[in-house]
């Protein structure tokens, strides 16, 4: 069977449709594991919401999706620019949408996977963007592997039989075969990439060939800024958009 693995939606309808869009015309997907932040910073956090959960899928909660349904208050933990997007969509959310969004554990256990937004060890908050990070992080979770997203970057970080953590390359042109060894692996960002390419990243899994692949997809990158700018969202989060950061 074939998963895919999304992260880091963050309310971008034009993104999320794109990439829903480009799995249909690669496979046949049993479910969609989606790993947190699902809203903030975009401007459709509810029709993101209602497109996925048309759709066979699990989800974990990220920080924005906590901080936007009123789980944590966004005004201690996020900067400026984060927490003013995170206001707005708390506004723009339907009671049904926030009631979506309280629902969503923090961890899910899924066959050999972990599945957390952050990190194992702090599920909404730790980025796992070193090999000393993700070291610490083998520690705290049971599974072979944990899928997490929070950095935006694709990023693969695999348990030695020594011990020893090291890094994997994760791109398009290379299949990432899933073996023995204990692995943190991170799909990209779905509707803010942060590696310099301002496509939509995902990952589809298929588990006979224990095997995950990297995909990127352009979308409408104008529509999705021209939206944020009738709602006077923060112009540089507009701007990150189109290049990627």
Known sequence: MKYALLTDIHSNLEALTAVLEDIERRAVIEELWVLGDIVGYGPDPGECIRLLRSRKHIAVAGNHDASCCGRINAMYVMNPEAATACRWTSKALSPEDIEYLNGLPDVIERDDFTL???SPRDPLWEYVTSRSIAQINFDYFRTKYCLAGHSHVPMVFKLEEDGRCISLP????????LGKDMMIINPGGVGQPRDGDPRASY???DSEAKVMRLHRVAYDIKL???????????????????KGL
């Open 203 to 205: 990952a589809i899994y």
């Open 170 to 177: 994760f791109s398009e042109s290379v299949g990432l075969v």
């Open 224 to 242: 999705t800024q021209q939206k944020m700018i009738k709602q006077n969202l923060p112009l540089r989060l507009i701007s990150r958009l189109e």
């Open 116 to 118: 957390v937004h952050g």
